[in-house]
């Protein structure tokens, strides 16, 4: 297996682990997103709270999250790795670079995008993850009418075991959930103003980090052809670089504007 | 006739000469050639070819070039194509018409032996490009494509686009550097050859100059190959690049090579005139263009002279006020007469004052009557428009003209500023090629042994004109197929002679020779620049030595000559010191050069009373004003020896026994 | 005209470089941006200043010597052409212009302006050839090829090897260059035979002269006067995946 090696080595081989690793995160965006989305829902986070459930309870899902995390990680150190490389191939820097009249502007700054979007995830996960894995989060109880949908809900102050139950109450036809409430996190943490705008900043970055980074992963790849070039910028600018980062940063000052 | 001057034809028919020459030429034996080292001098067709030829059957080689890369020697600017007598057009083609339109090309002052050679082999070198992966355009069906080219009857010419030198150069330098990779070829570049070396009486090696160190280098070789290309910028203003120089042929002229037909220039009728004082070299623009342009200056001086400063267009000029004078004085061929023929009746006209630029010096190109009337109007009647009004014609026109030309057109724009789609072109003639050169034999051998010439370096294929398309065929051919098997007649008797040591005397002289000639040149501490000799000299060669020569005209020149070399030594500015990266210092030898070139050229076509092919001489001319050839007095090559107190000339009798002199006739 | 100068002057490879001033009068619209050049070493060598030293041949766009950094760009404002063939009249009276060499770590500055771009030969002699010696070829129309193919790889033939893709690239990459012999010879039947070890040999020597990776910003095909296409590159990555994965 000495040729996987060589390859890597190769300035060809170590783009393509970019390219790969970064179209894997933009296919977990999309995922990601989705599970979000939840959060719009007007069900006080019942179906937001069971998506997060099973996100951090499914085997196959865990699995698949440390491998995220990792491929965050490589995407991340690996890129930097590469800037600073790169950095080297010119030594003596131009007295004057007009890169804007040759480029985007976000193709040359992907390192720093980059960055930012690294700094983000820190906080990002520091904000919810590390607090529904290791900080005291609430529990809420649901209670929705099977035959109405109508769902009500409110604190919850015993104990079950895990992070999620759920039964059907028989007589009065009504479907409990007792849940551990990362919602009421989210909830409260976008009541500060300063986080929504670094989430909105953030978003931004990823905008920009996506519009060059999607088309480039195909390049990278060698998918360049006439018929479907256009396709894949279009894909990259208006659904990874518009619609998506759009969507995401709508939460954040959905939850300003609630409180 | 000296006897020195032995061309070396192989006896026999025409067309087995070649053919019974190879089969009998001597060998050298594989074992032997890899202990035989050969230097090539220049990177361009013929010497890429060579380097990668003579590297692949096994020589040692080592490459010069001045540039910085072997792949920007000059063949890269050719755009045109190279002619090759395949018959794939199936339009009556062969060796033989190849032949006989390159001897009559050159009205007949070419050698037949090589000619039919250079038609022989020509079908060879396509087949080679091809395998190379030179992209040459192709038809739909996927075979090659094929255009036609001035003075021949027959679609020959095989291109790619208008870039035909530059693949053809590429496939070359790719061929030489695979050499370079398998450690068969050394290559120097940024090395630019100072003196031949020869010991007892051999070719042995070179002096070089590493331009970025301004280091002297002593090179070894059991054969010296000069590919060095020709001299057109003697003439200060002419088509070649920039760095194009003949130092290296002059050096071997002066350790004893015979320099041949130095008058013979090749001037384009179809280039962009100069703007001002401060033009550094011409551009050509492609002869295809001269079948939709028509060619004209103002009928009445003083609309010239209104031109001249600017208080005229061309476009406010009514019809029956212009003089399209190559229609009116050669009503057959119109504006498609000979380059030569073109070039000439262009200067006549702006020497007798109708030229149409700031300089007096450039006549017009008109497409609009094309663009309009043949263009405009078919493409109206296919569009179904029966009374197109002036603006729809010209708008139609214009796209096909686009199609045709547009690159062409964008590149004139470019350079002038001036719209050609709105207002004639300007064009000027300048000089493009030069067919003199080191004379050289059958085998390509200078007079000095061992010592070769390739390309355009030498003399040998294109008598007084070359026909366009044949200059990419002949360095090609020079280099692929003739002295790979040409060179083997000299070094099988070679094989005996071990690697001279660079320790040798003869290598320590000829250094300090050029050492001194270096200081000579930064010591002079003058107040003029190299240009400044350089400019003085090509004015007087384009002016005495261009495009129409007199005796009373080339004497002056020779005087005037005289008097810059004289001038130039003692006052000339190099800046800078000997070991360095020296721009100034590098042309300053070039120049010293191009001025004793400029006063044998002048010699040389001051002996010639007549006029044939590039040399025009007023005194012979017809009453209609064509040239007047004097094949009882001048079917001879002049070869010039150096001699300490002058000149010597030798003279080569050209015999026809396979063709039938004819005069030329245009009309 | 009057037209300011920053240029950067450095003695040889070894000497510190610093950016100089110059004012050049009289300069012409008509001129060509290394006429303006000349004007300008004439009057240093009549002053008896050392020249600056900048690399050009054939001034009619083909050669690819010319090299220099003009505002900020490689070959100057213009697209689709190069430095011989920018004239003044892309300039204003009173512009102050900055003149670099191209910047690079595998093109060390030989003397002021000019680069030593033999990097790129070595990129080729590793494997920028089809292996046909001289005197072994067929008959040139035995083998048919395409005419969409033939002029494809022409137009990644046109590359003129001037390095104007590494100048502008941020990562100093050299990719355009290598994809664009790469392309050519992948495009044509005569170059199969080779394709995998020559996309392997000339990315190995492209990475050890030590230009950047590519990071698809397409600054070096907006710069390239010949403007040879980023598809170049995608065409390369292909056939470099495809020699690994099935190659030797």
Not at chain 1, 3 to 26: D, E, V
Not at chain 2, 272 to 297: A, Y
Not at chain 2, 339 to 358: F, L, T
Not at chain 3, 208 to 216: L, Y
Request: a neutral charge.
């Amino acid at each position: 297996m000495n040729w996987i090696s060589t390859f890597l080595k190769s300035s060809i081989g170590k783009k393509l682990l970019m390219g790969l690793t970064g179209l894997f995160l933009c296919t977990f965006l999309i995922v990601h997103l989705t599970g979000n989305l939840q959060l719009l829902k007007h069900d006080g986070g019942l179906a937001f709270n069971t998506y997060a459930v099973f996100m951090t309870t499914n085997p196959l899902i865990k699995f698949v999250s440390y491998g995220l995390y990792a491929i965050i990680l490589f995407h991340a150190f690996w890129g930097l790795y590469l800037v600073m490389e790169n950095k080297k191939a010119r030594p003596v820097q131009y007295a004057a670079y007009n890169g804007n009249a040759n480029s985007n502007w976000s193709s040359r700054w992907m390192g720093v995008l980059g960055t930012i979007i690294l700094a983000f995830l820190i906080l990002h996960m520091w904000n919810f993850w590390a607090q529904y894995k290791f900080g005291t989060v609430p529990y809420t109880q649901y209670e929705r009418n099977l035959a109405t949908g109508e769902v009500t809900f409110s604190p919850f102050t015993g104990e079950i075991a895990g992070k999620m139950e759920k039964f059907i109450d028989n007589q009065s036809g009504i479907e409990v959930t007792i849940v551990k409430d990362l919602y009421i996190v989210v909830a409260d943490g976008f009541k500060a103003w300063w986080l929504v705008i670094i989430y909105v900043i953030s978003m931004a970055a990823l905008s920009f980090h996506l519009v060059h980074g999607f088309s480039s992963a195909f390049q990278t790849l060698g998918v360049n052809h006439k018929k479907y070039n256009a396709l894949i910028k279009n894909i990259g600018v208006g659904v990874f670089g518009i619609i998506i980062p759009i969507l995401f940063a709508i939460m954040p000052i959905y939850f300003l504007l609630l409180n | 006739m000296s006897n020195i001057l032995d061309s070396k034809i192989p006896e026999g028919n025409l067309n087995e000469k070649w053919t019974k020459y190879k089969s009998s030429v001597h060998l050298v034996n594989p074992a032997n050639k890899r202990s035989l080292e050969i230097i090539v001098v220049g990177s361009g067709l013929a010497g890429s070819a060579a380097a990668a030829s003579l590297a692949e059957m096994g020589y040692k080689v080592k490459c010069f070039c001045f540039q910085d890369s072997p792949r920007r020697a000059h063949s890269i600017a050719a755009q045109g194509g190279i002619n090759a007598a395949k018959n794939y057009q199936n339009d009556g083609d062969s060796t033989y018409r190849l032949f006989y339109d390159t001897i009559k090309g050159g009205d007949y002052r070419a050698r037949e032996g090589n000619v039919h050679r250079l038609a022989e082999v020509s079908s060879s070198i396509i087949d080679q490009c091809v395998a190379q992966g030179v992209p040459f355009a192709r038809e739909y069906g996927g075979l090659l494509s094929n255009r036609s080219f001035g003075g021949t009857q027959v679609q020959r010419t095989f291109y790619a686009a208008g870039q035909t030198g530059q693949q053809l150069l590429l496939g070359a330098y790719s061929a030489l550097e695979r050499q370079v990779g398998m450690g068969q070829v050394k290559m120097y570049s940024r090395h630019e050859m100072l003196d031949v070396v020869t010991i007892d009486g051999k070719a042995r090696g070179i002096i070089a100059r590493d331009l970025v160190t301004g280091k002297l280098e002593r090179h070894f070789g059991h054969a010296v190959l000069l590919c060095s290309g020709g001299y057109g910028n003697v003439f200060y203003l002419s088509t070649n690049a920039m760095g194009s120089n003949v130092t290296a042929a002059w050096k071997a002229h002066k350790r004893g090579a015979y320099m041949a037909n130095p008058c013979y220039t090749q001037i384009h009728p179809t280039c962009i005139p100069r703007s001002g004082d401060h033009q550094s070299k011409l551009t050509l623009m492609s002869e295809s263009l001269r079948n939709d342009g028509r060619i004209w200056v103002p009928a009445k001086k003083e609309d010239a002279e209104a031109l001249r400063n600017g208080t005229l267009r061309p476009t406010q000029i009514k019809e029956e006020d212009r003089d399209y004078y190559l229609e009116r004085r050669y009503p057959a061929f119109g504006n498609l007469v000979p380059r030569d023929v073109a070039s000439r009746a262009a200067k006549e006209r702006c020497d007798a004052g109708y030229g149409v630029n700031a300089t007096g010096e450039a006549v017009y190109l008109d497409f609009f009557y094309n663009m309009t009337e043949k263009y405009g109007r078919t493409e109206a009647t296919k569009k179904g428009i029966e009374n197109p009004t002036a603006a729809q014609l010209k708008e139609f026109g214009a796209g096909v003209i686009k199609e045709k030309y547009g690159n062409l057109f964008d590149m004139y724009k470019q350079i002038t500023g001036v719209d050609p789609y709105e207002e004639p072109m300007q064009i000027y003639p300048a000089v493009h090629y030069t067919m003199g050169g080191l004379w050289v034999d059958y085998n390509l051998m200078t007079t000095v042994p061992g010592l070769y010439a390739l390309g355009e370096a030498n003399f040998s294929d294109h008598g007084a004109n070359r026909l366009g398309a044949s200059a990419l065929m002949q360095g090609l051919a020079d280099g692929y197929f003739v002295i790979p098997y040409t060179i083997g007649d000299y070094l099988a008797d070679e094989i005996r002679t071990k690697a001279i040591s660079t320790d040798h005397p003869a290598f320590v002289a000829t250094e300090k020779e050029v050492e001194d000639k270096i200081q000579k040149l930064l010591n002079i501490k003058g107040t003029k620049s190299v240009d400044h000799y350089h400019k003085r000299l090509g004015k007087i060669m384009w002016d005495k030595c261009g495009m129409a020569r007199n005796a009373e005209g080339l004497k002056s020149a020779i005087a005037e000559i005289q008097q810059i070399k004289a001038e130039f030594w003692s006052n000339v500015r190099v800046p800078g010191e000997a070991n360095e990266f020296n721009q100034e210092l590098e042309k300053a030898g070039r120049v010293a050069d191009f001025i004793e070139l400029g006063e044998l050229m002048c010699k040389d076509a001051l002996e010639r009373n007549e006029s044939c092919g590039g040399h025009f001489r007023e005194e012979y001319q017809t009453n209609e004003g064509e040239a007047l050839r004097d094949d009882v007095n001048f079917a001879f090559v002049s070869a010039w020896e150096n001699q300490e107190d002058g000149w010597k000339l030798h003279k080569e009798e050209l015999k026809f026994e396979n063709i039938k002199i004819a005069a030329r006739s245009y009309k | 005209m009057k037209i300011n100068l920053k240029v950067w002057r450095q003695k040889n490879n070894k000497a510190k470089g610093e950016l100089k001033d110059y004012k050049v009068d009289h300069v012409s619209p008509d001129m060509s941006f290394l006429e303006m050049f000349d004007v300008l070493n004439e009057d240093l060598i009549t002053k008896g200043d050392d020249p600056i030293a900048f690399d050009h041949d054939c001034r009619e766009g083909i050669c690819g010597s010319c090299s220099m950094h003009i505002n900020g760009r490689p070959h100057g404002p213009l697209a689709g052409v190069t430095t011989c063939q920018l004239h003044m009249r892309s300039f204003k009276d009173g512009d102050t212009i900055v003149v670099e060499p191209w910047r690079a770590g595998a093109f060390p500055v030989t003397k002021d302006l000019s680069v030593d771009r033999t990097a790129f030969d070595r990129i080729i002699a590793a494997g920028g050839f089809i292996s046909v010696n001289t005197g072994n070829a067929q008959d040139a129309n035995n083998l048919p090829i395409g005419k969409e193919a033939a002029d494809e790889a022409f137009m990644s033939a046109a590359c003129i090897g001037c390095g104007a893709c590494v100048a502008a690239c941020k990562n100093a990459s050299a990719m355009l260059f290598v994809s664009a012999k790469v392309s050519q010879l992948a495009l044509l039947p005569q170059g199969q035979p080779e394709a995998k070890m020559r996309v392997m040999a000339m990315v190995n020597q492209m990475d050890a002269e030590g230009f950047g990776s590519c990071t698809n910003t397409g600054a070096c095909s907006a710069e390239c006067p010949k403007g040879i296409d980023l598809s170049n590159i995608a065409r390369m990555n292909r056939e470099f995946f495809s020699a690994n994965l099935t190659g030797k």
